[in-house]
């Protein structure tokens, strides 16, 4: 087997050098990481189903004309993705109080929102991912006005439809987080959704029970982490069960 040359190693993914000039492989680990890496498990199944779910996510933003980084799966736990320039910034998006906006804005957990919140933080790991202003982000030359104008207009479209298509599975999408990268071509550069959307990086709730589908799971130490993704998987036609036993369990659908 030909050794892949390695371009980066995060939390959850690592990204290899891709077959074609402009492209790379996005490999998805097990790990589990929460407080900024300070909780780690590895979950076995984890990197299988944020592949799928975040493929699933990718392909349904393509179709709606939202340009994003990915290419296709190419097997259970990789992905060909177009190779970007990432924007220093996360991008989340908030429709309910959870995590630390309740800590910071003295929130119950599942207040509603009086409309959806945008807030940005620097990707700093040894900072704990600070939250910025877009003052910080032009100052620093992290991105230009125009590039947050884009970013803002894209996530906003980006909560719209994952909104729906989750309320219409019977889950709320409480919160999420986007990364952006620039994608190059001669003189021309754009703004693409990049890294991942699966719930390592939302907060997904059952509309009727409330129950976490996320990694709330994991960093609450509630247990079922597999089983809650499995179920976001199974709602959105990822996993169907498996009908030639029921010992045998769900199974993951063959995409074209």
């Given at each position: 087997?030909?050794?892949?040359?390695?371009?980066?190693?995060?939390?959850a993914?690592?990204?290899?050098?891709?077959?074609?000039?402009?492209?790379?492989?996005?490999h998805?680990?097990?790990?589990?990481?929460?407080?900024?890496n300070?909780?780690?498990?590895?979950?076995?199944?984890?990197?299988?189903?944020?592949?799928?779910?975040?493929?699933?996510?990718?392909?349904?933003?393509?179709?709606?004309g939202?340009?994003?980084?990915?290419?296709?799966?190419?097997?259970?736990?990789?992905?060909?993705v177009?190779?970007?320039?990432?924007?220093p910034?996360?991008?989340?998006?908030?429709?309910?109080?959870?995590g630390?906006?309740?800590?910071?804005?003295?929130?119950?957990?599942?207040?509603?929102?009086?409309?959806?919140?945008?807030?940005?933080?620097?990707?700093?790991?040894?900072?704990?991912?600070?939250?910025?202003?877009?003052?910080?982000?032009?100052?620093?030359?992290?991105?230009?006005?125009?590039?947050?104008?884009?970013?803002?207009?894209?996530?906003?479209?980006?909560?719209?439809?994952?909104?729906?298509?989750?309320?219409?599975?019977?889950?709320r999408?409480?919160?999420?987080?986007?990364?952006?990268?620039?994608?190059y071509?001669?003189?021309?550069v754009?703004?693409?959704?990049?890294?991942?959307?699966?719930?390592?990086?939302?907060?997904?709730?059952?509309?009727?029970?409330?129950?976490?589908?996320?990694?709330?799971?994991?960093?609450r130490?509630?247990?079922?982490?597999?089983?809650?993704?499995?179920?976001?998987?199974?709602?959105?036609?990822?996993?169907?069960?498996?009908?030639?036993?029921?010992?045998?369990?769900?199974?993951?659908?063959?995409?074209?």
């Amino acid at each position: 087997m030909n050794r892949r040359r390695r371009i980066y190693e995060g939390k959850a993914k690592i990204l290899y050098e891709g077959p074609e000039p402009g492209t790379l492989i996005q490999h998805f680990k097990d790990d589990a990481t929460a407080f900024n890496n300070q909780k780690h498990a590895l979950i076995e199944g984890k990197g299988v189903l944020n592949n799928r779910i975040s493929e699933y996510m990718f392909t349904n933003l393509e179709a709606i004309g939202i340009p994003t980084h990915f290419i296709r799966r190419l097997n259970m736990r990789e992905q060909l993705v177009r190779s970007v320039e990432i924007v220093p910034v996360e991008v989340v998006v908030r429709n309910v109080a959870a995590g630390s906006i309740c800590k910071r804005l003295g929130l119950e957990e599942g207040t509603p929102l009086p409309r959806s919140i945008i807030e940005f933080y620097y990707k700093a790991d040894e900072l704990n991912d600070p939250m910025v202003t877009e003052e910080h982000i032009t100052a620093f030359g992290w991105a230009t006005p125009q590039e947050i104008d884009d970013m803002i207009s894209m996530t906003q479209r980006v909560n719209d439809f994952l909104s729906g298509l989750f309320l219409g599975v019977g889950i709320r999408l409480v919160d999420f987080k986007l990364e952006f990268g620039r994608q190059y071509d001669n003189d021309m550069v754009r703004l693409i959704v990049a890294d991942e959307i699966s719930p390592d990086g939302c907060r997904l709730w059952d509309i009727q029970s409330q129950e976490k589908l996320d990694k709330d799971r994991f960093r609450r130490d509630l247990g079922d982490l597999i089983e809650a993704y499995q179920e976001v998987a199974r709602r959105l036609g990822i996993l169907v069960e498996n009908e030639q036993g029921k010992h045998q369990g769900p199974i993951l659908v063959r995409s074209s």
